[in-house]
């Protein structure tokens, strides 16, 4: 009898365990799984990522034309300025990148794109289509009225910037604009423009830093700060 017993508490043991035994493994197999397809996911994610900054580029000269076909000869459909940023679709290995403009693809140029964004450090994208404030040309009218150019020392104009608490890098762009952080250094009527203010200028976007004797003549004046 105790024999008996036993033998049928051995059977009901086995059985437990066959019954056990699939379902942990099914268990493993879904979790392991699962994994597969989250490491799958992470590594389409990271090349999607890879695959959008390597596809970003930056307009390195003032203004680049913007061509139908990849073509020099080709109807222009539009310009891009220093700075722009542009979604490259694709490299025609002929010179020239087919581009995503207006939701179309057209054509640019690649001597005057970069994908490195330093190289147009301190150029902001601007809708001023106008003229562009040059050493040549001395004044213009320009996005917030007339413009012209002053080249002196600013270290004491740093300084007042500084004591009001601005701590951004001073430097000169490459095209000799005297640079505050990302911003155009400019002088203007401190009681219409006050120091520390953002304006729209024919180089980029400016940061009122001084003043000067034009101020009193014309209040909408801005002396832009250059190296020429």
Known sequence: MIRRKLALLGTTVAISLLLTVPAFAADTKDTDTAQNAQNTQSIQEEKA??????????VTCSVL???????????????????EEVKILRDEE???YAIDFEGHIRYVHGDYITTDQDEVKGYTASSWDGPVLTASAGTITGPS??????NLNMSGVVSIMRSLGNTDEYWVRDDGAKMLGNYVMVAANLNVHPRGSIVETSLGLGIVCDTGGFASGNSTQLDIAVNW
């Open 49 to 58: 990522e890879e695959k959008t900054e390597e596809n970003t580029g930056y």
């Open 65 to 83: 034309n913007v061509r139908r076909a990849s073509s020099e000869k080709s109807d222009k459909v539009g310009t891009l300025k220093r700075g």
């Open 94 to 96: 002929n010179g020239w």
């Open 145 to 150: 009225g007339k413009e012209t150019y002053y």
